[in-house]
């Protein structure tokens, strides 16, 4: 269990790291998609960092991508060693993930994007929208992840015995 927090602790240490530096490193399309719809409009006419930039972007998503599933493997990985059934692997993993998405929702989301408005500084037009200020932004998309957890954790750890036996 201590591997599962500590890859947990790990993987959102990476995320804040990613969170704050890619927005200068994103193309603005891709990186807007994942705020509310005025805020997408505001900064429509943004131009896109140089291309150096973006490449770079690009190599810090993958990094993180594959950190994050490291950090599935490694649970896997641990649980397995440790004797782990199905329903503990089961918790293992729905811990991780409802433990990340709790740590997106309470710090990307509510402090560095609402309270903060961190990435108002690298896209200033969006300075006046009214969706900066809106706790409920992403609660649809969220509540659906938190919904589908449970779900995917338990094919997880179907794959993770089918695949260590």
């Not at 402090?111 to 609660?139: A, G, L, M």
Request: proline share 5%; aromatic share 14%; with cysteine.
């Amino acid at each position: 269990m201590i591997t599962t927090l500590a890859v947990l602790a790990y993987v959102c240490a990476l995320s804040l790291f990613f969170v704050i530096v890619i927005p200068p490193l994103a193309p603005t399309k891709l990186f807007m998609r994942f705020l509310p719809q005025d805020i997408r409009d505001a900064a429509k006419d943004h131009p896109d960092p140089p291309r150096e930039r973006r490449i770079l972007g690009y190599l810090l998503t993958a990094v993180v991508a594959i950190a994050y599933v490291g950090g599935i493997v490694l649970i896997g990985a641990d649980a397995l060693r440790h004797g782990c059934g199905f329903w503990r692997i089961f918790g293992r993993y729905l811990l991780f993930m409802v433990g990340y998405k709790v740590f997106d929702i309470l710090v990307q989301d509510q402090y560095i994007v609402i309270k903060k408005k961190y990435f108002v500084r690298f896209f200033p037009e969006t300075k006046d929208c009214k969706s900066w200020d809106d706790r409920s932004f992403n609660r649809s998309n969220q509540l659906k992840r938190l919904i589908a957890f449970p779900f995917v954790c338990a094919l997880l750890a179907g794959i993770t015995l089918w695949v260590g036996r």
